[in-house]
């Protein structure tokens, strides 16, 4: 009976050991977003504007998602949260939405401790978006290249790095020319 009894302890004491073990492993990481693009919605970026703007809620369609992209040769998915708003509006509407966006999104990367790359920039030729960069033709729909506008900047957020980027294109469907003016979040979990 003692030697039962001992046995059944020295099984207990082995098996809390196993558990012990297996308890300490440390678990595989999983890649994960920044808090800022976790954080982050593309629809709140839309109500925003509407509730900013009356011709943003008068004169426009809107969208967001997201989506994510595996771009030839590179080993892991870029993620992407897009929104956007589609509508006749003139030069100066534009101009305002890209200056609220602007400042709404800085205020949103610097809000949940994002750092920023640098300061917003307009320029178009060295933006990092692949999945926004127009041509001529841009979703079968021409695009007015002389119209382009919009601005970006990197984020870095622990040790994930991002892209805040906003574009404003003029297109041309059926005759009829209107504004296309999309942003996004987008980076690589790690």
């Known amino acids: 009976m003692a030697m039962q009894h001992a046995r059944s302890l020295v099984a207990v004491a082995a098996a809390g050991c196993l558990v012990v073990v297996a308890v300490a492993q440390p678990k595989a990481d999983k890649p994960s977003h920044s808090g800022f693009y976790r954080d982050f919605s593309a629809e709140g970026m839309v109500t925003f504007s509407r509730d900013q703007f009356k011709f943003v809620k008068d004169k426009c369609g809107s969208g967001s998602r997201g989506v994510g992209h595996k771009w030839n040769g590179e080993e892991a998915e870029e993620d ?38 640098h300061d917003p920039k307009d320029s178009i030729v060295d933006r990092p978006m692949r999945l926004l960069q127009p041509g001529f033709i841009w979703a079968d729909t021409p695009v007015v290249p002389s119209s382009l506008r919009g601005f970006y900047c990197p984020y870095k957020d622990g040790k994930i790095e991002g892209w805040v980027d906003v574009l404003a294109i003029r297109m041309v469907r059926d005759k009829k020319s209107e504004w296309l003016v999309l942003g996004a979040v987008h980076e690589v979990a790690r």
């Open 80 to 117: 992407f949260k897009i929104f956007d708003l589609t509508g006749d509006l003139s030069d100066d509407e534009v101009k305002k939405v890209l200056g609220a966006w602007q400042a709404e999104l800085v205020k949103r990367a610097k809000a949940s401790k994002a750092v920023l790359g």
